[in-house]
């Protein structure tokens, strides 16, 4: 069946230096969506992607899209502690798919 | 955006027993979800709520353990059945809202411990 894998699962990081999850998807993807859930949160969507090779910036997040439109990455430039928590790619086919997770704690 | 409240937020319940999750949304909704996620781990869909109808479950969730009702456009319950220990999880609705596009809004969580 359809699966979503993200790597790495855990990544502690010192504030200031810089993070990055990837997510796969064993299928094509028609978009990829992330969120982020702080601990004893929900999850809050933070963008989505649709289109293949597609880039996005959020102030220090950059979001991008596989040109095979499998996989996608998230990456933070000069973590602050405010970046804690557990970050989710959602890859929509038939049906939104979460990936695994990638919790990041970020060290003062 | 969306507002979306849950009842109860929490509840301890023993084994055997059912409990009802409510979920309100104040925003027009297109698609409504539940999903259960274990402590530390990622987002399982257990159906989507689809409104005067049957909920569409996915594989290894039925209705006679999970069965749910969407009267409306903006209110939805689920109902976890005969619980036991392996059901304790927190359940979440999202929904998807008539001006955005996928992006799912998801409610605060009902925490459920199972003894």
């Known amino acids: 069946g359809q699966q979503v894998m993200q790597i790495p699962q855990y990544q502690h990081v010192q504030e200031g230096e810089d993070f990055t999850t990837y997510c796969n998807s064993s299928?094509?993807?028609?978009?990829i969506q992330w969120y982020k859930q702080r601990p004893g949160g929900h999850p809050v969507f933070l963008i989505q992607?649709?289109?293949?090779?597609e880039v996005k910036k959020q102030k220090r997040l950059t979001f991008q899209f596989g040109e095979a439109k499998k996989n996608s990455s998230l990456h933070i430039t000069a973590t602050q502690t405010t970046d804690v928590g557990t970050y989710f790619c959602a890859g929509l086919s038939n049906q939104f798919y979460f990936g695994t997770g990638t919790s990041l704690t970020v060290i003062p | 955006s969306a507002v979306i409240s849950q009842k109860p937020s929490r509840d301890i319940c023993q084994r055997g027993t059912s409990l009802t999750i409510q979920c309100q949304v104040d925003?027009?909704?297109?698609?409504m979800f539940w999903y259960r996620q274990q402590p530390g781990q990622s987002l399982t869909l257990i159906a989507t709520?689809?409104?005067?109808?049957?909920?569409?479950?996915e594989s290894g969730f039925v209705i006679d353990k999970f069965p749910i009702s969407r009267p409306n456009l903006t209110f939805s319950t689920l109902t976890v059945s005969n619980m036991s220990p392996e059901d304790s999880s927190i359940y979440l609705c999202?929904?998807?809202?008539?001006?955005?596009?996928?992006?799912?809004?998801f409610g605060p969580g009902t925490r459920l411990t199972v003894l």
């Open positions: 709520a689809n409104q005067g109808s049957e909920a569409t479950y």
């Open positions: 992607l649709v289109k293949s090779g």
């Open positions: 299928t094509t993807l028609s978009n």
């Open positions: 999202s929904v998807v809202i008539a001006s955005s596009y996928n992006e799912q809004f």
């Open positions: 925003s027009q909704v297109t698609m």
